[in-house]
């Protein structure tokens, strides 16, 4: 089974979650993405939030919020992402950048309008009443 290794930035503001649209994509997915050779966590995670919402994470409150695995959307049945889960407070203003299309703030309602994966994080976040 092949896993695709991935990082996600939980940001939760008034019991919704912050999600993006890729230019080209339908689906919503929480924001992150694939470290790059070498990278730990911390530096992939920065490295892909600066690059998707023009943001910087303040490195001495990233925390770890758990760890979540399924089907990858838009592969090949069979294939996982993985995707390991921080939360952290930044500094700037969020604005999409790059290959982002869209930010958005989605409730439990959405759960149908994100990947495999982040369904799963809308159970747990559900689950834990931190979103509505």
Request: with cysteine; hydrophobic share 35%; aromatic share 8%.
């Amino acid at each position: 089974m092949k896993v695709i290794d991935k990082l996600a930035w939980l940001e939760i503001k008034d019991e919704k979650i912050l999600s993006t649209r890729s230019r080209g994509r339908t689906k919503y997915y929480i924001p992150g993405g694939k470290r790059e050779s070498g990278e730990s966590d911390m530096e992939a995670l920065a490295r892909e939030i600066k690059e998707e919402l023009n943001i910087e994470l303040i490195e001495d409150t990233v925390r770890f919020a758990g760890v979540f695995q399924a089907q990858a959307d838009s592969h090949a049945e069979g294939i996982q992402v993985k995707m390991t889960c921080y939360k952290s407070s930044y500094k700037g203003t969020i604005s999409p950048s790059g290959e982002i299309e869209e930010v958005i703030w989605l409730t439990y309602r959405d759960r149908s309008l994100v990947s495999p994966v982040d369904q799963l994080i809308f159970d747990w976040l559900k689950e834990r009443k931190q979103i509505q």
